[in-house]
């Protein structure tokens, strides 16, 4: 395992760490025991980052996560999020996220997480994040409900001025840096100069870069689903796995603190720590970025088109 430090908070993480969005059932149901059972062969790994927050599962994730670690909590950074408690469900009151970090912290058997994150941002209005919810997290940092504070969502924009207007130690998004978009790139640089970590979740895009493909419910333009099945077709011709190349390409970006990955059972996660001892074979990697090369709709909607921002 490689490990890193996010940014100025000193907290020491594995580069590839375990997110526990698919305990939502979203690509398949998970059974209790096989979700901690996958947590457990992470640590056992040497993984050292959990990422979870209270709507994946609407607290599952959370009550298992502090069953895996019951004993080893300070074995991990543990990370949970705040301001959504169900599926796209979003309250960014004062009151709720209290209340609501008090929950996690119950669910996850600890007094404190290591790193707080405003969860999925563009839900909120930017006057609402910026004045309200991030002056809080701030002030629960300061009561020692976490060590550091950050922001999550799927837009770079949003996430681009909770950095600079309110001086957050950690940016976690998804899906923005793979084979498919490289946007996170530039600002990720920035946020570096300024000792922000970011943390890369879905490095295979929510199920997009798989040999399997995009399901059913998958946010993303019809141009690009096609382009990714030719490139899963190219490396089923070379004998590898899309999902393979995609983890291995995150983890290769030397501009990204830790990667996420999501594991349906342990045998699924061996095969992802696998990604982290070698890079992707260039050759490979060429022909596959290739079939990308003239998709212009690289993302997808998010959020209530409150902050002003140039994606779709």
Not at 23 to 40: H, K, Y
Not at 49 to 61: H, N, Q
Not at 92 to 117: Q, Y
Not at 121 to 143: A, C, F, H, N, T
């Amino acid at each position: 395992m490689k490990y890193s430090t996010l940014g100025t908070t000193g907290l020491k993480v594995s580069r590839l760490g375990l997110g526990t969005t698919t305990f939502m059932g979203i690509f398949a149901r998970r059974s209790p025991d096989e979700s901690v059972r996958v947590l457990q062969r992470g640590l056992e790994a040497g993984i050292t980052l959990v990422d979870t927050a209270p709507s994946y599962g609407e607290g599952l994730a959370e009550e298992w996560v502090g069953r895996a670690l019951r004993g080893r909590r300070d074995d991990v950074v543990l990370t949970t999020k705040a301001g959504s408690y169900a599926p796209e469900t979003f309250d960014f009151s004062p009151a709720r996220i209290r209340s609501g970090l008090e929950d996690s912290l119950r669910r996850l058997g600890t007094d404190h997480v290591d790193v707080l994150f405003a969860h999925d941002i563009e839900y909120g209005s930017p006057e609402q994040i910026l004045g309200d919810v991030l002056p809080l997290l701030k002030q629960l940092r300061d009561e020692g409900k976490t060590r550091a504070i950050g922001v999550s969502g799927l837009l770079l924009e949003p996430l681009g001025a909770a950095v600079e207007q309110a001086a957050v130690d950690v940016v976690q998004t998804y899906c923005r840096y793979g084979l498919h978009d490289q946007s996170l790139v530039g600002p990720a640089t920035g946020w570096r100069a300024r000792g922000v970590a970011t943390i890369l979740g879905s490095p295979v895009a929510m199920g997009l870069l798989t040999q399997a493909g995009a399901p059913d419910w998958h946010p993303a333009h019809p141009a690009l689903r096609a382009a990714a099945r030719t490139a899963a077709a190219l490396c089923a011709g070379q004998g590898t796995d899309l999902a393979s190349l995609a983890m291995r390409y995150a983890l290769a970006c030397p501009q990204l603190d830790a990667v996420l990955t999501g594991a349906g059972d342990p045998d699924h996660l061996d095969r992802n720590l696998l990604a982290v001892e070698a890079p992707p074979d260039p050759e490979l990697l060429a022909a596959v970025l290739a079939c990308f090369a003239e998709v212009s709709q690289r993302t997808w909607p998010s959020g209530n088109g409150a902050w002003p921002t140039s994606n779709p």
